[in-house]
């Protein structure tokens, strides 16, 4: 590693890229945006109901094959996360962080509802001076009527 990426880095800056990734995970799932999900976690194990996914493909194809899109290419889902909580090792250059999830939708027969909640547990590293996602844990443990966001919605959760 060279002394570039050893130095630490301003702490909110850290804390504030940080939040940006875990806002862009939302923005990137609900605009149906798989690939742009592979690319962002592609670093990443992803843990979620099944088995945990490694890699960028795998994980992209996780979301294709569980989320239900429609004919605007969106789930038609809002991901609010909130209660972020953020621990940065700046000499390290690891984070992780908590947060809550929950999931509304709304479709032409289906007013807009809270689908899921739960949990996100992540950790972070710096790389070349970017924060990057290594691991995001979901732990959804208040479930809705998820039918018509996830395939086998019944398998799923």
Known sequence: MSASTRM?????????AIENLIARYAELVDGGDF????????????TGSGEPVSGRDAIEKMFQDTVILYED???RTQ???????IEVDEQTGTAVSRSYVTVLQALPDLPLQPIAGGRYHDRFERRAG??????RQVRI????????????AGAQR
């Open 79 to 85: 991901h609010v996360t909130t209660n972020v909580a």
């Open 141 to 152: 443990n208040l479930v809705g009527d998820v039918r018509r966001h996830l395939r086998q």
């Open 8 to 16: 630490p880095a301003d702490p909110a800056s850290s804390h504030r």
């Open 35 to 46: 690939a742009g999900l592979g690319v962002l976690l592609a670093d990443a194990t992803f």
């Open 130 to 135: 970017q924060w990057r996602f290594v691991e």
């Open 73 to 75: 290419g969106t789930p």
